[in-house]
């Protein structure tokens, strides 16, 4: 039997006109809402260096979201929409399958699914080219795309035919300023189907300004999926299933964590449940040296006996990835931080203010604990714009 957390106990009233459905005019006017060991201060996000402890190295996720929605139109007149899920041939990771040439596999999620019937193939032209796209697996959502010129990337592709995904909750069409704006100014690696939100205020301006203060920063990837914004439909929170998501790390990531003298704040939910993750995955190669890097939801949970300390772990993830040879570490996590978790990286979270009763809520409650609803209570108070394009926070509990 599951410990009963009740969904209702981290629920609120969000009035639709808090939701922020346009990013402000510039990136780092955001509020900036600092808890500090129980305390709150107001500021704006280009005070942020001010906010943070000397010693702060933090980690940003560095995921690119790609135009993930694609509508096809049938001869009939029919529109058909595949949303961009996880690749599954040429390879489950993103950054490969992201490369490929001349054809490619996905899970998709299909909209008017039932006018697309099997073995027709829809297509849609492009300047200079055309993409097809076959039901392979309708129970799975499974889609082959094929294009031509076949020399082009499927990231090239999807850049000419897709659109940007905005979260379900932004009630407006996707315009060309989402492009760059649903987008952090420092994305690399392709594959989100959802931005990093709490990294949205970041501009260059603020990046310098962390530097001439001495913050220390680093960047690893998860590639955010679209089960981020999959609502918690169970009564008790233990029993949702957890999304997965695709990390990847390098080993300097691993270096910089092991430094004792850094804070280590996370830049947003993403970037703390990697951070987390990497702890539970060197829990597990503590206890066999063969695990592989693949968190479940109940990895967290576990009675481990003797439970290493985040240097002994991370120390674990070290030697297996210099024992195989390894700069760059690509694993799965699916790890669900509820109220009760035990954080054994992240001391501090930069993020946005969420949807209620969701799972990044729930993350947030357990990070510092009922404080959360003083939070959100002053945020409301203070016309705080919530969700992905709205205002930001400093949690250090």
Same mark, same amino acid.
């Given at each position: ?6 969904i209702?106990?981290y ?5 639709e ?12 006017? !955001? ?5 500090n060991?129980g ?20 980690f ?20 058909i ?10 390879? !489950? ?10 054809s ?10 039932k ?32 294009w ?28 060309q300023?989402?492009v ?16 990093p939100?709490a ?5 260059d301006?603020?990046?310098e ?5 001495g ?17 918690v ?22 270096e ?65 990835m ?13 790890i669900?931080?509820?109220?009760g ?9 930069i ?26 209570q002053?945020a409301?108070?203070n ?8 205002? !930001?926070s400093?949690?250090?509990?």
């Open positions: 039997m599951k410990p009963h957390i009740a209702q106990d629920t609120y009233t969000l009035p006109e808090r939701i922020a459905d346009v990013p402000l005019e510039n990136r780092d006017a !955001s509020k900036l809402l600092v808890y060991r305390k709150i201060e107001h500021s704006q996000f280009t005070s942020l260096p001010d906010y943070l402890p000397v010693n702060t190295l933090l940003f996720n560095n995921t690119k979201v790609i135009p993930a929605r694609i509508y096809f139109q049938k001869e009939t007149g029919a529109t929409e595949v949303f961009l899920l996880q690749p599954a041939q040429p390879s !489950s990771i993103l950054a490969e399958t992201m490369q490929t040439t001349r490619c596999q996905w899970y998709c999620t299909i909209g008017n699914l006018r697309w019937k099997d073995q027709h193939k829809l297509s849609k032209n492009f300047e200079g080219g055309v993409v097809t796209a076959e039901l392979i697996n309708r129970e799975q959502g499974l889609v082959e795309f094929c031509s010129p076949a020399n082009l990337s499927f990231a090239e592709i999807i850049s000419k035919v897709g659109i940007t995904p905005l979260p379900p909750y932004i009630k407006r069409d996707a315009n300023d989402d760059t704006r649903y987008q952090t100014v420092y994305s690399h690696h392709e594959g989100a189907v959802a931005a939100t990294g949205l205020h970041f501009t301006a603020v990046l300004a962390l530097h001439v203060k913050i220390k920063k680093d960047f690893l990837t998860l590639h955010v999926s679209a089960g981020t914004f999959q609502p439909k169970t009564e008790n929170a233990r029993e949702h299933s957890m999304h997965q998501e695709q990390v990847m790390v390098n080993l300097q990531n691993i910089n964590l092991l430094q004792d003298d850094s804070t280590i704040v996370a830049v947003g939910t993403t970037s703390m449940r990697t951070l987390e993750s990497l702890y539970w995955f060197g829990v597990k190669l503590v206890y066999d040296a063969r695990a592989t890097f693949l968190i479940d939801q109940e990895d967290a949970y576990r009675n481990y006996p003797n439970l290493p300390d985040k240097k002994e772990a991370l120390m674990a993830v070290k030697n297996y210099k024992e195989n040879k390894l700069s760059r570490l690509i694993g799965h996590t699916s669900y931080i509820l109220p978790y035990t954080f054994r990286v992240c001391r501090g979270l993020t946005n203010f969420h949807l209620p009763g969701s799972t990044l809520m729930l993350l947030v409650a357990a990070f510092v604990g009922e404080d959360w609803k003083k939070i959100y002053e409301l108070d016309n705080y714009r919530f969700l992905s394009f709205g205002d !930001s400093l949690l250090i509990p």
